[in-house]
């Protein structure tokens, strides 16, 4: 028994391997046989076996004949990719933290919804000429007393964040949009 390699007579492309008696038997017009060792992934040239490398990304196929990975994605498809990635980094910005001078709050969809719930009571509370004192956990699990005004502000801050995160998005899309190159559209990143 023998170890070979088969292997596309055109490509080089790695079949599979094994042992045989007579590996040279295995031969035809779509497979070539290397005998004396066994290989995995990659290519045979001149007698040679090549490993494959390490594939790139997700999306990146390799081409047999110029034996290199290539990303056959469009321009378009690239501007397609990098608005999700911005539009998920946008979600995690409105999800950040909510920094205000009244301490640290969440910031996800249910913890946004509960803030504007609050500033709407607080308003409310304040047209009716009641006094307002609204207890509110921050995000150390503290717990803050606002009043009114502080409760709006806490608010108004929130509002901010969001505006901004939308805002830093839309000039993102617009450079994607503008580019001309699959480089420029990796160039288009969100703001550390």
């Known amino acids: 028994m023998s170890y070979f390699t088969a292997y596309d007579p055109t490509t080089g492309q790695v079949f599979y391997g ?14 070539s046989i290397l005998e004396g060792a066994q290989h995995g992934d990659g290519w045979i040239s001149a007698g040679q076996f090549y490993a494959l490398p390490a594939q790139p990304s997700e999306n990146h196929t390799f081409d047999w004949v110029a034996k290199q990975w290539v990303d056959p994605r469009t321009l378009q498809d690239h501007k397609d990719a990098k608005w999700e990635e911005i539009k998920a980094a946008r979600t995690g910005a409105i999800d950040a933290p909510l920094v205000t001078s009244l301490g640290t709050f969440d910031s996800g969809p249910a913890d946004r919804t509960n803030i504007t719930d609050a500033v709407l009571m607080a308003q409310t509370l304040a047209a009716m000429g009641e006094t307002v004192s609204i207890e509110f956990t921050r995000a150390d699990n503290t717990v803050a007393t606002l009043n009114a005004a502080q409760m709006v502000e806490v608010g108004l801050t929130l509002g901010a964040k969001v505006q901004a995160a939308y805002a830093t998005a839309r000039t993102l899309r617009a450079e994607i949009e503008a580019a001309t190159t ?5 160039d288009v990143a969100w703001p550390a």
């Open 18 to 31: 094994g042992t045989a008696a007579d590996p040279a038997a295995l031969a035809s017009s779509e497979v």
């Open 182 to 186: 699959v480089a420029q559209v990796q």
